[in-house]
C-alpha cells in the first residue's frame, strides 16, 4: 500500500497537471493563432457539423451507458440480498457500493465506542471491589483489635492480673473460632484486592489500545478524504474544461451554419441549406450542406438558426469563413484540452475505486476484525479473572481436603494438614463447645479468685479542689487590718505589698507614669478578687499580667486605701504632718549633707529625727510595711528618667494613700499637701530616715 504523502502527491499532481491542460489549450491559440488558422482551414472545411454531431452522440452514448451500469448494480444488489435471505450470507463487494467506506468506519467507531464503555465498566468495578477490600479489611483490623482489647484489657479491669495472665495463656473454642472467621475474611478482601488491581491493569491496556487504534482510524478516514478531495478538485476542473469546450463547439457550429446558408444562397439562390449541393456532396462545402439539412431536422433547430441569423447579421461570405476558421481553431484546442484533463481524471479515478480504495477497505476491515477480538478476548480474560476471585473466595469458605499449590511438595503439603487439618466456616462454627469453654471459665475462676472482705467500708473524705476550697475558706485581705490579716497569714508585710512590688520591679520600671496611670476597672475587680481569695496563689508574673501592669499598681495602691485606720496611724500620722506646713516653699534643702551647720540643715536633721521617733513607735507590722513600701517607692524614682515618676510625682500618687486626710473638709486639701510633702520627704531622706528608726 502506497504511503499517505505519495497518495497526496498524486492527487495534487492530478490537480495541477488539469490546470496546466487548460493553459495549455489558452496559450496554444493565443500565440500561434495564426498557423494553426491555416492549418485547420485546409483540414477542417466543411467538416465541422459532422464533428459536432458525432460528439453528442458520444455523450448521449455515456449517458446511456451510466443509467445501464446503475440499473445493473441495483438488479445485482437486489440478487445478493434474495441470495442472503435463502442461502445465508455471501460475500460482499464493498468497492461497488457507495457509502461502504463510511459503513466500515462507523463499524469500526461502534466497535471502539464498545471498547470504551468496557474501560468505564472494569474502572466502574475495579472501584466497587477495591471499596469492599478496604471496607471489609478495616472491618477486620477493627474485630481483631476489639478481641485484644477484650481478652486482655477487660480481662485486667475484671479480675486482677491472674485472671488477665490464663486468660492470654487459654483460648475458648468459641474465641478460636471467632479469630479464624475473621483471619478468613481477611483473606476475602485480599482476594478482592487482587481482582480490583487486575481489574485496573486490564482497563488500562485497553483504554490505551483504544486510543492507538483511534488514530489509525483517523488516519485511514483521513486518507480517504484527501483522496476524495483530490479526485473532486480534478472533476471541478474538468467540468470547467468540458463547459468551455462546450460553448467552443457552439460557436463554431454557428458560424459554419451561418457560412454554409450565405454561400449557398450566392450560388444557386434557390437550393439553400436543403439542395442537394451539386458534386462533392459529401465533402468540403457539400458535405456541409448535408450536416446542416440533418441538423435542422432535429429539435428546436429554427430558433438556433433564427439566433445565429439576427447576431451575424450583415456579415460577408469573407468574413464569415474567416470567422467560423478561428472559432474551429479555438473548439479544437478547447477539446484536445478536454480530452487530455479527461484522460487524467479517469486515471486517477481508477486508481483510488480500483487500488488505493480496496487497500483502505481492507485495512478498515481488518481494522475492525482486530479490535472485535481484542474486546472478546479482554472480555474473556474478565470472565476467567471473576471466576477465579469466585472461586479463591469458594475455597477460603470451603478449603478443598488436601489442596495445596503446585509448588507445594507432597511432604510439606501432608505436614501442614497434620499441624492445622482444612477446615470451611461451617466447620470452624461446629468445632465451637460451649459447655467445655464454660467449665474452663468456672476452673479458671476458682483458682484465681480471691474471699469477700467483709470490713466496714472506712470513711473517705472528699477532697475539693484548691479552687473550691479558696472560694469556701477565703482570706480576704481588702478592708482588714493590718495587724490581723499578717497575724493570720504569717507574713512580715502583706503579701499583696510583696508581689505587686516585685511585679513593678520586674517589668514595670520603664513604664512611664507608673503608679500614676490607672488600669481597666474590670479588670483591677478581677485582681482584687483574686487577692482577696488568697494572695499566696496570685501569680502577678504569668502571661496575663505582664502586659497590664497598670492593673496591677491599681490593686496595690487601692489595697492601701482601704486599709482601716490607714497604714500610718492617725496618732502617728499627726505627729509626722507636723513638721511640714502647707504654705511652706519647696526651695527647702531636701537632703542633709555632711558639714553643714546651717538652720535650715538643722532644721532638716530635727524632721528626720521626728519622722524616725514616729516610724518607731509605730506598730510592728505598720513599721515593717512602711519600711517596705518606701524601699520600694526608692527603687521606683530610681528610674525616673524613663518612668518620670520622681520623689514629687510619688508624692502626690502616695501621700493621700499613706496620710489620708482628717474628717474635716475644710482642711482636706491643707492635709493633702502636707501629706505629699511627707512622702516626697522621706522618699528623698529614706536612707537617713530609716537608719535612725
Not at 439566433?307 to 481553431?329: C, D, N, P, W, Y
Not at 477480538?373 to 474473556?380: A, E, I, P, Y
Not at 511652706?584 to 555632711?594: G, K, L, Q
Amino acid at each position: 500500500m502506497q504511503s499517505w504523502s505519495s497518495t497526496d502527491t498524486s492527487a495534487q499532481k492530478a490537480a495541477v497537471d488539469a490546470a496546466t491542460v487548460v493553459s495549455e489549450g489558452r496559450q496554444s491559440y493565443d500565440t500561434g493563432g495564426s498557423s494553426q488558422y491555416q492549418m485547420h482551414r485546409s483540414s477542417t472545411n466543411g467538416s465541422a457539423p459532422a464533428t459536432t454531431r458525432s460528439l453528442q452522440q458520444q455523450q448521449q452514448q455515456q449517458q446511456l451507458q451510466q443509467q445501464q451500469q446503475y440499473l445493473l448494480q441495483q438488479q445485482q444488489f437486489q440478487q445478493q440480498q434474495q441470495q442472503q435471505q435463502k442461502h445465508g450470507p455471501v460475500q460482499v463487494d464493498l468497492t461497488e457500493i457507495d457509502g461502504g467506506l463510511e459503513m466500515l468506519l462507523e463499524r469500526s467507531r461502534t466497535s471502539l465506542m464498545s471498547c470504551k464503555e468496557t474501560v468505564v465498566f472494569f474502572k466502574n468495578r475495579a472501584r466497587v471491589e477495591e471499596e469492599y477490600s478496604r471496607s471489609m479489611q478495616k472491618l477486620v483490623q477493627t474485630t481483631l483489635k476489639t478481641m485484644d482489647h477484650h481478652h486482655q484489657g477487660s480481662k485486667a479491669g475484671d479480675a486482677g492480673p491472674a485472671t488477665t495472665a490464663m486468660a492470654a495463656a487459654t483460648m475458648t473454642t468459641q474465641q478460636a473460632a471467632w479469630q479464624r472467621l475473621v483471619e478468613a475474611h481477611e483473606t476475602l478482601a485480599s482476594n478482592r484486592m487482587k481482582f480490583s488491581i487486575t481489574l485496573n491493569e486490564m482497563s488500562e491496556y485497553l483504554n490505551s489500545y483504544v486510543k492507538t487504534k483511534e488514530n489509525v482510524r483517523r488516519k485511514l478516514k483521513d486518507t480517504e478524504q484527501r483522496y476524495q478531495k483530490a479526485i473532486e478538485e480534478t472533476e471541478t476542473l474538468l467540468e470547467k474544461a468540458r463547459i468551455k469546450y462546450e460553448m467552443q463547439s457552439s460557436e463554431w457550429e454557428k458560424l459554419l451554419v451561418k457560412s454554409g446558408n450565405s454561400k449557398a444562397e450566392s450560388m444557386g439562390g434557390g437550393s439553400g441549406i436543403n439542395g442537394s449541393g451539386g458534386p462533392g456532396a459529401g465533402t468540403g462545402a457539400g458535405g456541409a450542406q448535408n450536416a446542416m439539412a440533418a441538423l435542422s431536422k432535429t429539435k428546436n433547430v429554427g430558433s438556433a438558426v433564427s439566433g445565429i441569423f439576427s447576431k451575424h447579421k450583415g456579415a460577408t461570405q469573407e468574413s464569415l469563413e474567416r470567422m467560423g476558421q478561428e472559432a474551429g481553431v479555438k473548439a479544437k484546442v478547447a477539446n484536445e484540452a478536454y480530452k487530455r484533463l479527461l484522460n487524467q481524471t479517469n486515471a486517477m479515478r481508477r486508481d483510488f475505486y480500483d487500488v488505493q480504495l480496496p487497500k483502505i477497505l481492507a485495512s478498515v476491515m481488518g481494522l475492525i476484525e482486530e479490535v472485535d477480538q481484542f474486546l472478546k478476548f479482554s472480555l474473556g480474560k474478565y470472565a476467567y479473572t471473576y471466576e477465579s476471585a469466585v472461586l479463591a473466595d469458594a475455597i477460603t469458605l470451603k478449603p478443598i481436603d488436601g489442596g495445596s499449590s503446585a509448588e507445594t511438595s507432597a511432604s510439606a503439603a501432608a505436614a501442614a494438614a497434620a499441624a492445622a487439618p482444612v477446615v470451611g466456616m461451617v466447620e470452624m462454627v461446629g468445632a465451637i463447645d460451649t459447655k467445655a469453654d464454660l467449665d474452663a471459665h468456672l476452673q479458671i475462676t476458682a483458682r484465681s479468685g480471691g474471699r469477700i472482705n467483709r470490713a466496714s467500708i472506712p470513711y473517705k473524705e472528699y477532697e475539693m479542689s484548691t479552687r473550691a476550697r479558696l472560694y469556701a475558706n477565703p482570706k480576704p485581705i481588702f478592708g482588714v487590718p493590718l495587724d490581723m490579716q499578717l497575724a493570720r497569714d504569717k507574713h512580715p508585710v502583706p503579701m499583696i505589698l510583696a508581689k505587686c512590688a516585685d511585679a513593678v520591679e520586674a517589668f514595670g520600671l520603664h513604664n512611664e507614669g507608673i503608679y500614676r496611670q490607672s488600669g481597666q476597672n474590670s479588670q483591677v475587680n478581677k485582681l482584687r478578687n483574686e487577692f482577696d481569695l488568697d494572695a499566696e496563689h496570685v501569680d502577678l508574673r504569668s502571661n496575663a499580667y505582664v502586659g497590664d501592669i497598670n492593673t496591677i499598681t491599681s490593686v496595690l495602691k487601692m489595697y492601701l486605701r482601704e486599709l482601716p485606720g490607714g497604714l500610718i496611724p492617725p496618732a502617728q500620722r499627726t505627729a509626722m504632718l507636723t513638721y511640714f506646713l502647707a504654705d511652706e516653699p519647696d526651695s527647702a534643702p531636701s537632703e542633709v549633707t555632711a558639714y553643714s551647720h546651717s538652720d535650715d540643715d538643722l532644721e532638716m536633721v530635727q524632721k528626720i529625727s521626728g519622722l524616725a521617733e514616729a516610724i518607731r513607735n509605730l506598730p510592728v507590722p505598720n513599721r515593717n510595711t512602711v519600711a517596705y513600701l518606701f524601699a520600694h517607692l526608692d527603687k521606683v524614682q530610681a528610674f525616673q528618667e524613663f518612668n518620670m515618676m520622681n520623689a514629687e510625682n510619688l508624692g502626690i500618687v502616695f501621700g493621700p494613700t499613706i496620710a489620708p486626710p482628717g474628717a474635716n473638709p475644710v482642711d482636706a486639701a491643707t492635709d493633702i499637701r502636707r501629706s505629699t510633702k511627707l512622702v516626697r520627704f522621706i522618699l528623698n531622706n529614706r536612707r537617713a530616715i530609716f537608719e535612725a528608726v
